[in-house]
C-alpha cells in the first residue's frame, strides 16, 4: 500500500520561499504519474506538478511555472516542493499524490490520482 506523509508547510511572508517534502513508502508502483496538488478553502484542487514516469517529463500548472520545482530523491523515497517567490494566492493545503499509469501527465487530473497524502498547510501572509 503506497503511503504518503507530506511535511514543511507553515507561515511565509511574501516573496519567502518554502520547501515541502514527501516521505513516501510502499511505492512500488512500476508505471506512474507523481505530482503536488494544492485546494485553497472554497475552491477546487489545483494540479501544480507533475512528472510521468513513462515520458520523464514534469510539468507545472502556468500558476506556478517559473516559481516551483518539483525533485525528488529515489534514496530517499521523497518528493520534494520548492516554493520560491511565494505569493498570497499560494496560501492552500498541499497534497502529494500518485497513480499507477502508463502514459504521460497532459490528461491527468486529480480525480486520476489514487494515493494522497493528508496534507501540509501553506499560508503566505505579512
Known amino acids: 500500500q503506497v503511503q504518503f506523509v507530506e511535511s514543511g508547510g507553515g507561515l511565509v511572508q511574501p516573496g519567502g520561499s518554502l520547501t515541502l517534502s514527501c516521505a513516501a513508502s510502499?511505492?512500488?508502483?512500476?508505471?506512474?504519474?507523481i505530482g503536488w496538488f494544492r485546494q485553497a478553502p472554497g475552491k477546487g484542487r489545483e494540479r501544480i506538478s507533475c512528472?510521468?514516469?513513462?515520458?520523464?517529463?514534469?510539468e507545472y500548472a502556468d500558476s506556478v511555472k517559473g516559481r516551483f520545482t518539483m525533485s525528488s530523491d529515489n534514496l530517499k523515497n521523497a518528493l520534494y516542493l520548492q516554493m520560491d517567490s511565494l505569493k498570497p494566492e499560494d496560501t492552500a493545503l498541499y497534497h502529494c499524490?500518485?497513480?499507477?499509469?502508463?502514459?504521460?501527465?497532459?490528461?491527468?487530473?486529480?480525480?486520476?490520482?489514487?494515493?494522497w497524502g493528508q496534507g501540509t498547510q501553506v499560508t503566505v501572509s505579512s
Open positions: 512528472f510521468s514516469s513513462n515520458d520523464g517529463t514534469t
Open positions: 499524490a500518485a497513480v499507477s499509469v502508463v502514459f504521460g501527465c497532459e490528461s491527468l487530473g486529480s480525480g486520476h490520482f489514487g494515493y
Open positions: 510502499g511505492f512500488t508502483l512500476d508505471r506512474y504519474a
